[in-house]
């Protein structure tokens, strides 16, 4: 048992999907995984584990934004193995050819945070995915028909920006879209010697002001979970 999840030492699976909100966990596991158990309700971040495909599989949700997240991934990786953990969640485009309902997988993830600057001592660390489950989610993405797009995400501390020209820079440079957790989760994993990918929906377009619509965002949500599944399953 760690100070934030109540599970045991065995209770939760060495492979973890990290939703952010905990009613996704929830749905996640009643709707994917057989005999799922709810392994924690401490402040409400429920997780569960279960089993697909006859697969161990957890499920933990973690909160939004780069702290919240990362107490989670520090205690799965401490207090309870995890070894390959799987960011599920939503994502802005910042590039016009990044579709609503796209894909993202995270290859990489820059960030404005000054977490990884204290870590660092002020240097610059460039939190990266692991590169053989990108490489399987995205073969795995092509062969489902779904419309995939793999490079570098912000993680950003600021969901309501005052600046409305904060997204040019990054842009600019390539970044494909904006969130708040990948570059923690992927920072705390190479620390852990642990696998990461971070996949993501495309639910707005920062350039367009586009939103997706609530039945849009759970169609899409649903088969992204289901390929990351795919790949928690193969690298059980």
């Not at 599920?88 to 579709?99: E, K, M």
């Amino acid at each position: 048992m760690s100070l934030h999840i109540e599970a045991k030492p065995d209770d939760i699976a060495p492979v973890v999907l990290l939703p952010g909100d905990p009613l996704r966990a929830k749905w996640i596991a009643e709707q994917f995984l057989e005999r799922a158990v709810c392994h924690n309700q401490v402040r409400n971040a429920l997780g569960f584990t279960g089993f697909c495909k006859g697969k161990r599989i957890s499920v933990q949700s973690t909160g939004m934004g780069m702290p919240s997240h990362s107490i989670y991934v520090h205690e799965l990786l401490e207090h309870y193995r995890a070894r390959v953990l799987v960011r599920v969640g939503t994502c802005g485009s910042l590039q016009p050819h990044v579709a609503l309902r796209d894909l993202v997988l995270a290859s990489s993830a820059s960030t404005d945070s000054a977490m990884n600057r204290q870590t660092f001592s002020g240097m610059t660390f460039a939190p990266t995915a692991d590169f053989e489950l990108l490489r399987f989610a995205y073969d795995a993405a092509l062969k489902r028909g779904l419309r995939v797009r793999t490079g570098n995400v912000l993680t950003s501390d600021t969901f309501y920006s005052q600046d409305l020209n904060w997204w040019k820079v990054w842009a600019a440079h390539g970044v494909l879209a904006a969130e708040m957790e990948t570059a923690a989760l992927y920072t705390l994993c190479a620390r852990a010697g642990a696998r990461a990918l971070s996949i993501l929906t495309v639910s707005d377009h920062i350039v367009k002001g586009e939103s997706a619509s609530a039945e849009e965002r759970q169609q899409t949500f649903e088969r992204m979970i289901e390929l990351a599944l795919e790949v928690a399953v193969d690298h059980a």
